[in-house]
C-alpha cells in the first residue's frame, strides 16, 4: 500500500486498534516497544510500523517517545497563574515557547465564578536538581507580568496514563475493582552515563526512525553497546525513572480531516479533610476516566482543594457524568467532599520538559542570569 493510501484517521479500526495498546499500555522500559504493541493489539508488526509511521507524518500522532517519570528526576509544580487579561495570551505564547522548563500550558476557566477563577494561566514546570523551582517562576512571573503565582507540586501519584482512544465511549463510573496505587515522588540521582542515555531515551522518535530496531541507533547516539544501553535503561525503569512508551494522539486541536480525539479538557478539584488525602486520591484513580489524578495541595487560594485530576471526552455532559460518578463513590466510600470545581481547559499546548542540570544552566546563561543564583 503506497504511504498516500495508508489510512490516517485515528478512527480508522486497524488504527483505533492499535492506538488503544500505544498510547498507554506500553509501560516500562521495553527492549522491542513496537513488537509489544503488535503483540498486545494483536496486529502484525509491519502494519504497526506502517500504520505509526503515517499517523505520525499526518499528525493524528503528535509524538512518539519513551516517558520519563519526570518527577522523580526534577523538582516539578503544576503552577497556576494570576496574569492580566490582557497579557494572558502573550504570557501563553512565552511560557511555551521561550521556558524550556514549562511542558503544559493551558489556560482554564470555570462555569461560575468561585474561588481561584482569576487563576486563568496553568502550567506544569520541571526545574532540575539543585535548582529552585520558587525562583524559576519568580522569574518567570517579570517576563509576563504575573501578579501572583500557586506553586502545588504533586505529593502523591494516583493515576498517569492519556490513552484516549480506549476512553471514547466509556461509561461513567467505570472503574477498577482495586485501589489505585500511591506512587510516592523521590528524586532520583543520576550519574554521567545515566544522563546520557536518558538523554537519547527520552528524545522524540522521527518517522523513518520507527523501525524494529527501535533502540540500535539511540545507543550508538549515546555512545554505548547496545546491550550496555539495555541493561542501564533497565535499570532506570527497576528505579522507577522510565514511564511508558507512548504515541500521543493530538487531542486538543482538529486533525488535518476535521476531527477532534476530544473536545473538553477537565480539571477537576476535590477538598476532603485532612489525613483522607490518600484514601480520596486512591478511589479517584480507579476510575477510568482519569488519566491523571494527584495528591496537591491548593491553598486558601483554591478553597484548600488536595485532590486533582484531569478527564477527557468529546461530551460536555458527558465529562460532567463522569465527574458526578466519582463524587457518588466517594460518598460510598465514606470520604466526606468539602468543596469541589472543574476548571474547564481552553487554549493548550504540550512540550516535554527538559530535565537536564547542564541545559538549565546553559539557559540560565542564555537569558543573562548567573545559574548559581537559581540553586535553591
Known amino acids: 500500500m503506497s504511504l498516500t493510501m495508508v489510512p490516517t484517521n485515528f478512527s480508522d479500526p486497524l488504527n483505533a486498534k492499535i492506538l488503544a495498546i500505544s498510547e498507554d499500555r506500553v509501560q516500562g522500559f ?64 512565552y511560557l511555551f515557547q521561550q521556558d524550556p522548563f514549562s511542558g503544559h500550558v493551558v489556560t482554564r ?11 486563568k494561566l496553568w502550567t506544569t514546570v520541571k526545574v532540575p536538581q539543585g535548582y529552585s523551582i520558587q525562583k524559576h517562576c519568580e522569574y518567570l512571573a517579570r517576563q509576563i507580568d504575573a501578579s501572583h503565582f500557586r506553586l502545588m507540586p504533586a505529593k502523591r501519584l494516583f493515576a498517569l496514563g492519556v490513552g484516549h482512544t480506549r476512553r471514547r465511549g466509556m461509561e461513567p463510573g467505570s472503574r477498577s475493582e482495586e485501589l489505585a496505587e500511591a506512587t510516592e515522588v523521590a528524586i532520583a540521582t543520576l550519574n554521567e552515563l545515566e544522563w546520557r542515555i536518558l538523554a537519547a531515551i527520552k528524545r522524540e522518535f522521527e518517522p523513518d526512525e520507527i523501525i524494529s530496531e527501535i533502540w540500535k541507533a539511540r545507543a550508538a547516539e549515546a555512545g554505548v553497546p547496545l546491550q550496555t544501553f539495555y541493561e542501564v535503561a533497565e535499570d532506570l525503569d527497576r528505579r522507577k525513572i522510565i514511564g511508558r512508551f507512548s504515541t500521543f494522539l493530538e487531542h ?84 466526606p467532599v468539602l468543596y469541589t470545581n472543574v476548571f474547564w481547559g481552553g487554549r493548550s499546548e504540550i512540550k516535554p520538559s527538559e530535565i537536564s542540570p547542564l541545559a538549565y544552566r546553559d539557559w540560565c546563561k542564555s537569558v543573562g542570569i548567573d545559574p548559581d543564583a537559581m540553586r535553591e
Open 252 to 335: 486538543v486541536k482538529p486533525l488535518k480531516d476535521g476531527e477532534r480525539v476530544t473536545r473538553f479538557n477537565a480539571l477537576f478539584h476535590w477538598a476532603v479533610p485532612p489525613g483522607r488525602e490518600m484514601d480520596a486520591g486512591r478511589e479517584v484513580g480507579r476510575h477510568h476516566i482519569m488519566t491523571h489524578a494527584y495528591w496537591r495541595e491548593g491553598g486558601p487560594e483554591f478553597h484548600n482543594v488536595n485532590v486533582m485530576g484531569v478527564a477527557h471526552g468529546t461530551d460536555k455532559t458527558l465529562v460532567l457524568a463522569h465527574k458526578a460518578a466519582i463524587d457518588q463513590h466517594l460518598v460510598e466510600a465514606g470520604i
Open 30 to 93: 521495553q527492549r522491542d516497544p513496537l513488537g509489544e504493541i503488535s503483540r498486545l493489539s494483536e496486529v502484525e508488526l509491519p502494519l504497526v510500523i506502517e500504520r505509526i509511521q503515517a499517523m505520525l507524518r499526518a499528525g493524528t500522532i503528535r509524538r512518539v517517545r519513551q516517558t520519563l517519570l519526570a518527577t522523580n528526576l526534577a523538582q516539578g509544580s503544576l503552577v497556576a497563574w494570576q496574569v492580566p487579561q490582557d497579557k494572558l495570551d502573550t504570557a501563553f505564547d
Open 109 to 119: 476557566s470555570t462555569d461560575t465564578v468561585s474561588t481561584g477563577s482569576n487563576y
